[in-house]
Nanobody
Framework: VQLQAFGGGLVQAGGFLTLSCAASGSTFSINGMGWYRQAPGKQRELVADITKGGSTNYADSVKGRFTVSRDNAKNTVYLQMNDLKPEDTAVYYC????????????????WGQGTLVTVSS
């Protein structure tokens, strides 16, 4: 099972970006999916997550600006980021709790490779 993230880049403050992350491989089922970020010199923090049923949770710093969504048929999670600020600059990682066909009874935690978002002022 692999998670691959796409969509990072350089954007001016006030701009927008959309990140996507797809799970591939022997995926039996996916529970929660989400996005974390890590800025230079800081710890990784939760940005937003979404349950299989669509319930969402956001960090206070991104509420009203970011929207997390998912397409269960495509095993993909998205992060729409609007009104970006320089403090949003970070490497963004997708995360998912997945049961693989190899071990259906085990719910494993998977991370994508990270995608860099840079917001210039």
């Amino acid at each position: 099972v692999q998670l691959q993230a796409f969509g990072g880049g350089l954007v001016q403050a006030g701009g927008f970006l959309t990140l996507s992350c797809a799970a591939s491989g022997s995926t039996f089922s996916i529970n929660g999916m989400g996005w974390y970020r890590q800025a230079p010199g800081k710890q990784r923090e939760l940005v937003a997550d979404i349950t299989k049923g669509g319930s969402t949770n956001y960090a206070d710093s991104v509420k009203g600006r970011f929207t997390v969504s998912r397409d269960n048929a495509k095993n993909t999670v998205y992060l729409q980021m609007n009104d970006l600020k320089p403090e949003d600059t970070a490497v963004y990682y997708c995360n998912a709790h997945i049961r693989s066909y190899r071990q259906i009874s085990v719910l494993d935690n998977y991370w994508g490779q990270g995608t860099l978002v840079t917001v210039s002022s």
